[in-house]
Every structure is written in C-alpha cells, then in structure tokens.
C-alpha cells in the first residue's frame, strides 16, 4: 500500500543501486549466467501485491476500458509514465492503477493478467495480497469481486499452472472501520472466497501500532487463516514483537528492523518465522539507505528462514528475477545457493505439503539439469 510512504523523503534514481563499481568480463559473464539460471528456476512469491503488481501491459489493457481516466493507453507513454522517480510520482501511479478498477470484470483482468507475469518468471505459487476494502467501499459488489478474483485465480492455475492462493490485508491507515470489514469479508462463509488462506496487515506503521488489530486477527484465525503482517518495516523491532505477542504472526512481512535486536532475530530463529524480505522495496520506500546496507546478510547468519519477494514490482521497477539476483550478489550465492533460497519460500508457504513437494522436486530438477556438465 501507498500511504506507508513519506513522499517527502523521495529517493529519485533507480531503486536498484548499490552495485560495486567496475564488474571485470569474469563478473558480467558470471551475472549472466546467474540471471538466466534465476530466470528459469520455478519459484513461490509470498509477498506481493494486487494493485502493486499491475505492469504497463496490464494498466494499458485497464486504461483501454475507461477512455475517461487521465492514465495513457499507449504502451511506450506508459513505460515512460511507471519509471520510477520519487514516492510522490509511484502515489500518483499507484492511485491512477486503483481508479482503473472499476468492475469486477477489471479485478479479473488485474488477477489474470498477474498471473500471466508470474508464471512467466516461472512462479508456480504465490500469495497474493489483496486489499478488497479497497474496491468494496468503491462500490464493487462484494461478491462479484470474491468471484472475479477466484474466476482469475481457476483459470490462471488452469492455463499457467501458477496456483493462486489469497492474503486479505488491512489497510492499517484505514482504522478499525476497515479491519471490520475486512475482517468480515475474510471470515464470513458466505463471502470469503475458496482461495483464501491469510490475514495481513498493511498501510504506515508509523502512528497505526500493532496492538489494536488484536480482535480482528483473532477472528481471523479462529476461522483458520494465518497471521501475516507487515512490520518493522519502517518501525523498529518492537513492532515486529508486537505483531508476534499480539497478532500470533506465522511470518513477518518485511521484518527489516528485525536486525537491531538480536533476541528478536534470535526469536524468528528458534520459532521458524520467515521474513518475506523485499531488498528493491526497502531501498525505495527508504526502509534501507542502500543495498550493501541491507540486513539480509545479518538474517540468514542469525540462521533467521529468509524468502525473497517483490512487494510493489513494476512501481518499484523490479521483479522477483531481479530480487533474486540482488539477493545473489549480497549473499554471494551460487546456482546451489539461489535454489536452497527458493526452496526456502516454498517452505514457508501455505501451501499443502503435496503442492510444496511437487516445487521442491521441480527446483531439484532444475537445478540438477542446469548444473550438469
Ligand atoms: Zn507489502
């Protein structure tokens, strides 16, 4: 979501920077060949959003139905319109993208064209966090929205074979009003669609502690979602502890601030608490100053279950390949290493235990065939 960003500390330039300076040919053959071995590898996403995940293809295609919006419908001025400049520019398109939703015809699109770019990265599973709140107090019929969404999400396992599964958040900047409802859409038999699996949390967390959300989260798993909120994102560590006491989180979205407390990391460790880390959004949103900077290396020495994510991809100007590829060159990791990395988010998944072994065999596979000589 947008508005956890302070659009005055806009950081122009390129989210992804912070690589070495002067690559010899050695390294640049070497990248290549770990970008085209990440590019094949079969992946899960774990931390992505709906909205966040509309590329220029897909926001031309919305555009294209509502000749009325200001978003351009050509696909160059579009590329030009995504490159990313500061937080004031990535609100402007973020909200551009939710006032192209419209119908539950547009969720569909959205949800189908998604899965598209996904299953073209090679993700074969991915939890996609959906903030319905939004499109239901815009007046899209609830139950119009649950069926695009699990039309989308048939069709996409169908024809990409990417398995979509669903994460409800709350917009945390949307107060108590829109846990209620959000928290009704999710736990109400009669509405909540059959993809569902998790609760979230999203929005600041700067003024928005985690604590109130208590009730609503406790319902949510009564009706047997899991835990998963964003936290110590742009916090410090206590609200990582807050979102474990208090919102009983099975894994943490971000987590970056998890790094200056080590009885924390400690904590994530021995409980087996993934971080969904996402390296380009915590560069753009200013979470880290830099990606040398980013504690990544300090989760996984603390033995901490690290998975990488996109959050936001194409208004962050990134996607899961290129996570993965940051992640390689600050963990130094080899083809072994990118694979073990994989795994880790299937791992962490909700997915039944058949669907994780058919991944985690493909990864082998893979990796097995690639590395051959
Ligand atoms: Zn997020």
Not at 19 to 24: D, R
Request: proline share 7%.
């Amino acid at each position: 979501m947008t508005d956890r960003f302070d659009a005055s500390a806009a950081a122009p330039g390129s989210p992804v920077s912070g690589a070495p300076a002067g690559p010899t040919a050695a390294d640049a053959a070497g990248a290549r060949d770990v970008h085209a071995f990440i590019a094949g590898l079969p992946k899960a996403e774990l931390h992505v959003h709906h909205v966040g995940s509309a590329s220029p293809r897909i926001v031309a295609e919305l555009a294209a139905r509502h000749p009325d919006s200001k978003v351009p419908t050509d696909p160059e001025a579009l590329a030009d319109y995504f490159t990313f400049t500061d937080f004031a520019h990535f609100i402007d398109v973020y909200l551009s993208v939710v006032d192209l939703i419209r119908t539950p015809e547009d969720v569909r699109l959205l949800t189908y064209e998604v899965a598209r770019d996904l299953a073209r990265q090679q993700v074969r599973y991915a939890e996609l966090t959906i903030t319905p709140y939004s499109s239901t107090r815009r007046g899209i019929d609830e139950l119009a929205f649950m069926d695009a969404i699990e039309d989308a999400r048939k069709a996409a396992e169908a024809e990409f074979g990417t398995v979509l599964r669903w994460c409800f958040d709350i917009p945390g900047e949307a107060g108590l009003e829109a846990a209620e409802e959000t928290t009704r859409l999710a736990t109400d038999d009669r509405i909540r669609p059959e993809g569902l699996v998790s609760f979230g949390l999203g929005g600041p967390e700067i003024g928005v502690p985690r604590p109130q959300f208590k009730p609503y989260f406790d319902r949510a798993i009564a009706a047997g979602l899991r835990s998963v909120p964003h936290a110590g994102e742009t916090t410090g560590p206590q609200t990582v502890w807050d979102a474990l006491t208090h919102l009983r989180a099975e894994r943490i979205g971000h987590g970056t601030s998890s790094a200056q407390d080590e009885k924390l990391l400690a904590h994530l460790a021995e409980h087996r608490i993934p971080l969904e880390v996402c390296p380009t959004s915590n560069i753009a949103t200013r979470a880290v100053r830099t990606l040398d900077e980013h504690p990544i290396k300090e989760f996984v020495r603390a033995g901490v279950l690290v998975t990488i994510n996109s959050d936001d991809p194409p208004m962050f100007g990134t996607d899961l390949d290129n996570e993965y590829a940051v992640a390689a060159r600050l963990l130094d990791l080899d083809e072994r290493g990118l694979a073990a990395l994989a795994k880790n988010a299937v791992d962490a998944s909700f997915l039944d235990e058949a669907g994780k072994t058919r991944i985690r065999a493909d990864i082998d596979a893979y990796t097995t065939d690639r590395l051959a000589p």
